[in-house]
């Protein structure tokens, strides 16, 4: 079976700080997708950033990077120079073989001034 | 403005009351598809269309029916909504699959009562 965890409920860091969202999955899939989805209070899903399993370069976007370990089949995301409007849900969320969207439970971020 | 709709965003109704919820995009996407989302599951997919009447269940279609008539619209219908199927509901689309990126509706609120 192909699960997605993440295990931090919820999270929190100060302004300016920086900030890991860790997310595990499993899978015997060797092509797959993987990405992080940030959901502010208004709901909307917003994509975050992207990574092919078969790129070695871990993505980046701005203040926003991955650490991708394929064998210990982690995908973090880091935040830098944390500011308030990274407060949101955070989802990871892959594509496997089935060419399926799955999706992690969710990180809260709370950002504190 | 490239766009994927939902209406109506709120709906309360009573078990058994058919509804249906709509989702149009104006992106010329080959893929859409639906998602609920509950408090620490994620968001589920439900159903998804590769193209104009292909569809196919995905995690959680229990319930749910859906068409793919035109290439913009892919509705959600309820034929006979249960307390179990309050949830926030998404529709998303894609370029040319899941694995391009997909772009979300603003979700639809969903209470049966």
């Known amino acids: 079976a192909q699960t997605v965890t993440q295990s931090q409920p919820e999270m929190s860091v100060q302004e300016a700080e920086t900030v890991t969202l860790s997310c595990t999955y499993d899978?015997?899939?060797?092509?797959?997708?993987l990405f992080w989805y940030k959901q502010p209070p208004s709901r909307q899903m917003i994509l975050v950033i992207r990574?092919?399993?078969?790129?070695?370069q871990n993505a980046t976007e701005n203040r926003f990077s991955v650490n991708f370990q394929k064998a210990a089949k982690s995908f973090s995301l880091k935040i830098s120079d944390s500011q308030l409007g990274d407060a949101a849900m955070y989802f990871c969320?892959?594509?496997?073989?089935?060419?399926?969207?799955?999706f992690g439970t969710g990180t809260r971020l709370t950002i504190i001034p | 403005e490239a766009q994927v709709t939902q209406n109506p965003r709120y709906l309360i109704t009573v078990t058994g009351k058919k509804l249906t919820v709509t989702c149009s995009q104006n992106?010329?996407?080959?893929?859409m598809s639906w998602y609920r989302q509950d408090p620490g599951l994620g968001l589920r997919q439900i159903y998804y269309?590769?193209?104009?009447?292909?569809?196919d269940k995905g995690d959680v279609p229990e319930g749910y029916k859906v068409s793919r008539k035109e290439k913009r619209n892919f509705p959600l219908i309820l034929e006979s909504p249960s307390p179990n199927q309050t949830s926030l509901y998404f529709c998303?689309?894609?370029?040319?699959?899941?694995?391009?990126?997909?772009?979300f509706g603003p979700g639809t609120r969903l209470t049966v009562l």
């Open positions: 998303a689309s894609s370029g040319w699959g899941v694995r391009d990126t997909q772009y």
């Open positions: 969320a892959f594509i496997f073989g089935n060419e399926k969207l799955t």
């Open positions: 992106m010329n996407h080959e893929y």
């Open positions: 990574q092919e399993a078969y790129k070695q």
């Open positions: 899978t015997s899939e060797s092509d797959y997708y």
């Open positions: 269309s590769m193209n104009v009447e292909v569809t």
